[in-house]
């Protein structure tokens, strides 16, 4: 089993298993403190209901938990517990927790207190709803100062708060069940976590306009309270929609496109080894290598002349990311870029440009940073690599691009990143960000038309916090949020979650997709220090080896029957035609695939945990 583990996560440490309360028709996941998964006849009425504290980088702390008391009754239960932070020179905050629930009504509870005062950029109740089957619903807001409004969850994902100075919100279930959510203890406010890729709209208390971080003072209690209320209207034992079949049905989708390239990204540090591995390089074939340049960060002609090194020994394409200072005038910066370019040898085929500045967020309320206009940028790009087609957007995350919108029409392409660990890294919450992409790149498409899309790079491990001063140190390979090394990154997990990522974003013709490194802590290669089960191949260099491989050719879509658990494609190569499918969960499937016809498989067939499969099937 613990060899298991470590194929399937790269680590031994097991992630705890959530515990499981029912109260009737409800039911909810136990999962350090906070509550998971809370259904009501099956169905997903809310995501989460958990309390946290976050330090001053938005990394959030793991409490110890101390006298955890549950009881479940025939149609209730109760959950008492006392968590305990410890801050920066032993400051400390303790929080009372008490949680009770029957069939229609959910109490979460939390008293915090510290007696040595403690400093937090949020301390409070953070609650999830779901996206899936919600984005678009209406949904009616009650405010702290008693007025109601009916309005809806956003569909495009909205860059600042659809909703402020909340404290109730209902929302439809089912036909014939709607959940009011009611937050006491303080003002809260919504923001849709679809811009970090999170498959969830949190409501969160402490208004962002508000300083942080702050100080909770000793001695001085901090109580809030949430009640989910459960309005069931329906008649006679009706019960939830959903498949209970026990196979995973695959059927042909109607929709089809082109997939995209796969890129590689190289940086400074890396450009060497990724030169020694040229083998390998060479296997995996991408169409694009991506070579980041940071004069911040000391990088400047050593890197440039072995970012030409490397472009050499690729047959693929080459593009350049800077970030650029902006400390002088855009014009003189990218000359002098350009200047180290021409004598280290190194021309790339694509410059894709962003203020240093711009990869940090900017939170509502917040002043934007001193930065030259966008255009001003863009314009000197065009002139100091004439020839050379210009990209823009961000080198962060969507939520940057989507509060920063870029002036596309003096660019060749818009591009951003994504990143699964920023608010939480348990393995459910990861995986489910799969969810949110669909969303993110139709709200590009809906911003910037048919522009050419390129996304990446995009790993589990974060390679730049925008929200704090820094990543994650994580040398115990820990489920870390915000961590610049990820343990998962090892394991078939990162393989499942690959392959689920490019199959989420084929509908938004994406024309350059980037997963990873050849070499280093987001690579396809394992450092000795990081052995795997398949000798020095991490196994997602499988994937993006096949992704590589099936770029430019024709895909279809599938339709699963449980899509949270497997998602599929079909790529056609002709003569062939090949189903490729992907299993998201820690359980092994058993998936009917007879809507295909004949297939190698026959069929049906199992697929391992985290696992992936290509079958052929008869034309």
């Known amino acids: ?29 136990l999962a350090k403190g906070n509550l998971r998964t809370i259904r009501y006849d099956g169905v ?57 629930a029957t069939e229609r009504e959910l109490t979460f509870e939390a008293g915090a ?31 702290v100062d008693g007025n109601v409004n009916e309005t809806r969850f956003p569909d495009q994902i909205e860059p600042w708060q659809p909703f402020k100075d909340m404290r109730a919100i209902t929302h439809q279930v089912l036909p014939g069940i709607s959940a009011e959510c009611r937050m006491e203890g303080d003002t809260f406010e919504m923001e849709d976590q679809r811009n970090w890729s999170d498959a969830s709209y949190k409501t969160y208390v402490r208004p962002l306009a508000l300083p942080w971080p702050y100080q909770i003072a000793a001695h001085e209690p901090v ?28 059927e042909p989708g109607e929709r089809s496109g082109t997939m995209p390239a796969i890129g590689l990204l190289v940086t400074p540090d890396e450009a060497k080894a990724t030169l020694e591995a040229r083998n390998l390089l060479s296997e995996i074939a991408p169409q694009e290598l991506l070579f980041h340049f940071d004069p911040n960060a000391g990088h400047g002609m050593p890197a440039l002349v072995d970012f ?19 400390k002088q005038a855009p014009a003189i910066e990218t000359a002098e870029i350009a200047r180290q370019m021409q004598d280290a040898g190194f021309r790339p085929d694509a410059i894709l440009i962003s203020p240093s500045v711009d990869r940090q967020s900017t939170p509502p309320g917040s002043k934007w940073p001193e930065c030259p206009p966008l255009e001003e940028v863009y314009a000197a790009a065009h002139e100091a690599f004439a020839g050379i087609r210009i990209g823009g957007g961000m080198l962060s995350y969507f ?35 799969l969810e949110a992409l669909p969303f993110i790149t139709g709200s590009v ?14 790993t589990i491990p974060m390679r730049q916090n925008p929200y704090g001063s820094r990543t994650m140190d994580n040398p115990s390979g820990r489920r870390i949020p915000m961590a610049n090394r990820d343990p998962r990154h090892n394991g078939r997990f990162a393989e499942a979650f690959a392959l689920g990522y490019a199959i989420r974003i084929l509908d938004a013709n994406i024309e350059c997709l980037t997963l990873a490194a050849l070499t280093g802590p987001f690579g396809l290669i394992a450092g000795k220090a990081e052995p795997t089960d398949e000798g020095g191949n991490r196994p997602l260099f499988k994937v993006v080896k096949l992704l590589s491989s099936l770029a430019g050719s024709p895909w279809s879509s599938c339709i699963s029957s449980r899509p949270s658990e497997l998602l599929a494609f079909v790529s056609r190569q002709p003569p062939a035609a090949t189903l490729h499918v992907v299993n998201l969960t820690a359980e092994e499937q058993s998936i009917d695939i007879s809507a295909f016809g004949s297939a190698s498989q026959g069929t049906s067939m199992a697929l391992a945990p985290f696992s992936t499969a290509s079958i052929k099937l008869a034309v």
């Open 399 to 433: 939520t940057e691009l989507n509060r920063k919108r870029v002036p596309a029409d003096r660019l060749d392409f818009v591009s951003h990143c994504t990143n699964p660990i920023v608010h939480a890294a348990d393995d459910l919450s990861v995986m489910q960000t």
């Open 113 to 143: 207190l510290s007696p040595t005062g403690f400093e937090t950029n949020r301390c409070g109740f953070c609650i999830l709803h779901p996206i899936v089957g919600i984005a678009g619903s209406p949904a009616k807001v009650e405010h």
């Open 308 to 326: 030409a090194a490397v472009a050499a020994i690729n047959g693929g394409r080459s593009t350049l990311e800077i970030a650029l200072p902006c």
């Open 223 to 250: 109580r809030q309270r949430i009640v989910l209320s459960i309005r069931d209207t329906r008649s006679g034992q009706a019960t939830a929609l959903g498949s209970t079949a026990a196979d995973i049905r695959l």
């Open 445 to 458: 498409r809906a911003i910037y038309g048919d522009k050419p899309y390129w996304i990446g790079p995009s």
């Open 44 to 100: 997903e009425v809310l995501r989460a209901v958990s309390y946290l504290v976050r330090d001053r980088d938005w990394g959030t702390y793991s409490p110890t938990i101390d006298n955890l008391w549950v009881e479940q009754g025939k149609d209730s239960f109760s959950v008492r517990y006392v968590a305990h932070c410890k801050g920066p020179e032993d400051t400390r905050l303790a929080i009372s927790v008490h949680i009770a």
């Open 1 to 29: 089993m613990m060899t298991d583990a470590f194929a399937l996560y790269g680590t031994h440490e097991a992630e705890e298993h959530p515990v499981r309360l029912t109260a009737g028709r409800l039911s909810v996941d």
